[in-house]
């Protein structure tokens, strides 16, 4: 479905590129790139495109309903869209809004939209406007750059723009500062004490957070729970342990916060999907 009123005027010329199979290997690749200044009378419908949109605003300001929000899109903003799901954007009020936008290939551009939109959807408040609009404008110039110089180039341009769009998502929408103080004490604190059992409980002596919204806070800013965190560092602790050392089984799950061997051997395959033992072996014909 689409649908659509064309009131604007291209301020640099619309450029597209159709990605070929030889060069499919690159994990972003983009469809097409414009740079619009938009009327009054401007909107676009539609739903089921095998794409992902992702518009930055410059000038004026936009509106956009997506995933059950209907929010703004005002200066310095940006929002990512998966166009497989119905959304609708139009210019704000009788002003004009200016824009930027990109269409991308589905593939790994869907696990940002994923983190952007986990708890709410909202525009993007961008940190730094002029970098991600360089950055625009140099996916622009590498589309006219033919072979696989210009894909590589598009492909890790498309990898900074994301990259620069969740630091904005993470700073501006997550990270109060106390909030951050917060997490950053308890990360500290795992580092320091995951040898030792380590509840949720213990975390929360260090801070002054309730249950709930510290795990809420933690896994915003971090990307995962407590828990996880705490398991992953335990892991990569006796990752270190297994390659290095010649140490027992036993003594590594003690080593780093395992209440025995079976509950070591268990979470290491779990997350790594081997054994340590499998692990061990592996790393020593690697260093070998």
């Not at 992702?54 to 200066?75: A, H, P, Q």
């Not at 869209?81 to 824009?99: D, K, V």
């Not at 620069?164 to 004490?193: C, G």
Request: proline content about 4%.
């Amino acid at each position: 479905m689409l649908k659509y009123c064309y009131d604007c005027k291209e301020l640099t010329p619309t450029v597209s590129m159709t990605p070929h199979p030889v060069f499919s290997g690159f994990p972003f690749s983009i469809l097409t790139a414009g740079h619009f200044s938009c009327g009054k009378n401007y909107y676009t419908e539609r739903k089921e495109q095998d794409f992902y949109l992702l518009l930055i605003t410059l000038r004026g300001e936009g509106e956009i309903s997506y995933l059950s929000n209907t929010f703004s899109l005002s200066e310095n903003t940006a929002v990512l869209i998966n166009c497989q799901l119905y959304h609708s954007y139009r210019t704000a009020g009788n002003g004009i809004w200016e824009f930027l936008w990109l269409h991308l290939s589905p593939g790994p551009v869907s696990f940002y939209h994923d983190l952007f939109t986990q708890e709410k959807t909202a525009a993007i408040c961008l940190s730094s406007p002029d970098k991600i609009m360089d950055c625009h404008y140099a996916i622009m110039d590498n589309i006219k750059i033919s072979g696989l110089s210009g894909y590589s180039q598009i492909s890790n341009l498309i990898s900074d723009l994301l990259t620069m769009l969740l630091e904005s998502h993470q700073t501006i929408h997550t990270a109060i500062p106390t909030q951050s103080t917060d997490v950053e004490q308890i990360k500290e604190f795992i580092h320091r004490h995951f040898a030792e059992p380590i509840s949720i409980d213990d975390m929360l002596n260090q801070i002054h957070l309730s249950k709930y919204h510290f795990i809420r806070i933690f896994k915003k800013q971090v990307g995962i729970t407590p828990y996880s965190y705490l398991l992953y560092y335990r892991i990569n602790q006796s990752k270190r342990l297994l390659a290095t050392t010649s140490k027992a089984m036993d003594a590594i799950a003690y080593q780093v916060g395992f209440p025995n061997t079976n509950n070591f051997i268990q979470q290491f395959k779990r997350v790594v999907g081997i054994t340590p033992n499998a692990y061990r072996k592996q790393q020593q014909h690697f260093l070998a």
